[in-house]
């Protein structure tokens, strides 16, 4: 079965620091998509991309984020200067069409924790 | 988005069937109900999907009101690995998803 893969599953990192999280999505997919969820709390949405741009982002997604597909493949989420508030899980999902059309494949997720 | 509400908790005997209810009486004419769960420490998984008509998929099953006003998730025989937070979740085209607090269903041995 296709799955979308998550790179690193977890990350420790000092505040301040930059952190990069990969993504992998299902290869024919054409949404792609960040959330994030705080220990206990809700699965948040931060950002969509399409047609290699940013299509929605969130309150949440500000100047410290940033998105890019650098080679068609990976789909990575940049986080310039970690706060400790950042920390959280952090997933990846894509879809082939809109998102109404079905299935939004989330990976596993990335646990960011910073110190 | 339009707005869901769903119990916090429910808990259900393992081989049964389980009716984890979603009520959304502003759902507007275009909004699809859609179900995701999460199991712990895992990513959301996605469940169902339907618009007006029941759907059934190796899953689940998605019963919707005539009014569109409610709707329920259906797992024919609960399994342990079942346990996780259910997420009702309405969209309206290609609106991106957004969760709520969901049900958290508890499965007894």
């Known amino acids: 079965e296709p799955e979308v893969t998550q790179t690193p599953s977890h990350q420790v990192t000092q505040m301040g620091q930059e952190v990069i999280l990969r993504c992998v999505p299902i290869?024919?997919?054409?949404?792609f998509y960040w959330y994030r969820q705080i220990l206990g709390q809700k699965v948040e949405f931060l950002v969509s991309?399409?047609?290699?741009?940013?299509?929605?982002k969130s309150e949440i997604f500000d100047d410290q984020f940033s998105v890019e597909r650098p080679d068609g493949s990976n789909f990575t989420l940049k986080i310039r200067s970690t706060k400790l508030e950042d920390s959280a899980m952090y997933f990846c999902?894509?879809?082939?069409?809109?998102?109404?059309?079905?299935?939004?494949?989330f990976g596993e997720g990335s646990r960011l924790t910073v110190l | 988005d339009a707005k869901t509400t769903q119990p916090n908790s429910m808990e259900s005997n393992e081989e049964e069937p389980v009716h984890l209810p979603c009520n959304h009486s502003?759902?507007?004419?275009?909004?699809?109900i859609h179900w995701y769960r999460q199991l712990p420490s895992q990513g959301p998984e996605y469940v169902i999907h339907?618009?007006?008509s029941n759907v059934n998929n190796r899953m689940a099953s998605l019963a919707i009101a005539e009014d569109r006003k409610s709707s329920t998730l259906i797992l024919h025989r609960a399994t342990l690995r079942d346990a996780a937070v259910y997420y009702c979740?309405?969209?309206?085209?290609?609106?991106?998803?957004?969760f709520g607090t969901g049900t958290r269903l508890t499965i007894i041995p």
């Open positions: 999902a894509s879809i082939l069409r809109g998102p109404n059309t079905g299935e939004l494949f």
């Open positions: 290869s024919n997919h054409l949404y």
């Open positions: 991309f399409y047609n290699n741009e940013i299509s929605e």
């Open positions: 502003t759902i507007s004419g275009t909004d699809y």
């Open positions: 339907g618009l007006t």
């Open positions: 979740i309405l969209r309206l085209g290609n609106e991106k998803l957004t």
